[in-house]
């Protein structure tokens, strides 16, 4: 009797939850169909294009050949595991540089055409033959850049490898969640995403503003790793005769006073201090007064094709510059 | 089952239209520009 009362109440518990559950799995990707959000599309571009990376300390890789239609653009992932063309791993008579970044440089959000590395492979070989190979991969930061270049890049011989450096780079490496099977249900990654957001405004310190400000104090372990990273790729390109720059990427929420000023001044300091060309180019977006005609999508502050060729306009020459030549 | 599921059908009803209403209302309590992190689903 009393066994059963409990199952009972089990059940008036569960049972509405179920249901609800059940149908709003089937309502929300039914507007789905009508309507990209940006967290429900990341999700996807993690079940459908990731992989775990044997190494750990890179985490995830692409799947070398997969494709997928996400945030509204066509992606394809060669058999080298990037969003780029077919690239001959042997010699190359082509000027070759190897671009490392996170989503910004993979180009979310754009068609792969209109990326910033697209648009400077093209203005480069107009001067001279060039090949630029894109190795940015949503949700890295400068640690697993590094660790990618040093075990698929240097193969390819560059002569120049440019690290395209956002705000969040400074994370620690990011791990795989035992939850992970969830983000098979829209309605989870919905309400968990969309509960964030509603913290944000109700907790102190969840602000994009707070988070990303606070991951450059002295002591986080993830701008720790980041200035190891950058020490090895300096020593790693120097051992093998291949020129580094970073460029430095705006974060697209107020452009006219930059939030986040001192962390690109400390970045940049400590890169002059290790002898790494560095250049900033969020003064080449001081005049945009809203930054949201640059966003991808309102829910989705990643640059739009828009703010791609405004990156490779402000960066063309910084990168075109200096480094040996074939 | 069916017997339980006759008994409680109001309650079990209610309970999914709150839960929809709730749901609902975060959708359009959130559905502004970004003002969090970029935040990835790795996995």
């Known amino acids: ?326 | 089952m069916i017997a339980f599921l006759k008994k409680y059908r109001w309650y079990l009803i209610v309970s999914v239209l709150v839960y929809a209403a709730v749901s609902v209302w975060l959708f359009v309590a959130t559905d502004a520009p970004q003002t969090t992190p970029f935040e990835y689903q790795v996995f």
Request: aromatic share 12%.
């Open chain 1, 1 to 326: 009797m009393g066994l059963s009362r409990v199952f009972r109440g089990l059940l008036l518990v569960l049972l509405p939850i179920v249901v609800f559950l059940g149908l709003g799995e089937v309502v929300l990707r039914l507007y789905l169909t009508q309507r990209i959000f940006y967290d429900v599309e990341m999700s996807r571009y993690a079940q459908l294009l990731k992989i775990e990376s044997p190494n750990l300390r890179i985490g995830h890789i692409h799947r070398p050949g997969s494709s997928a239609h996400l945030m509204g653009v066509d992606v394809a992932i060669n058999s080298a595991g990037f969003r780029d063309d077919e690239r001959r791993v042997d010699g190359s008579d082509l000027r070759r540089m190897v671009f490392l970044g996170d989503s910004l440089t993979f180009g979310w959000g754009v068609e792969q055409h209109d990326s910033f590395a697209h648009l400077l492979e093209t203005s480069l070989d107009e001067e001279r033959p060039t090949e630029i190979l894109n190795f940015g991969t949503g949700n890295y930061n400068t640690t697993q850049e590094v660790e990618l270049f040093v075990e698929q890049g240097l193969a390819y011989q560059p002569d120049k490898v440019v690290v395209f450096y956002f705000i969040n780079d400074a994370e620690p490496v990011p791990k795989k969640s035992r939850l992970a099977f969830l983000a098979n249900f829209r309605i989870v990654t919905f309400y968990w995403s969309r509960m964030k957001q509603l913290a944000a405004r109700l907790v102190p310190g969840q602000t994009f503003r707070e988070y990303y400000a606070a991951l450059y104090d002295d002591d986080q372990p993830g701008w720790l790793e980041t200035q190891a990273a950058f020490v090895r790729l300096a020593e790693v390109c120097r051992d093998h005769g291949i020129e580094l720059k970073v460029v430095l990427l705006p974060e697209l929420h107020a452009l006219d006073e930059y939030p986040f000023e001192r962390e690109y001044r400390k970045v940049a300091n400590f890169l002059r201090s290790q002898r790494i060309a560095v250049l900033d180019v969020t003064p080449a977006f001081a005049d945009v007064s809203e930054p949201q005609s640059l966003w991808v999508s309102p829910d989705d502050a990643h640059p739009n094709a828009l703010a791609h060729r405004r990156i490779a306009a402000a960066s063309r020459e910084f990168i075109a510059t200096g480094g040996a030549s074939r």
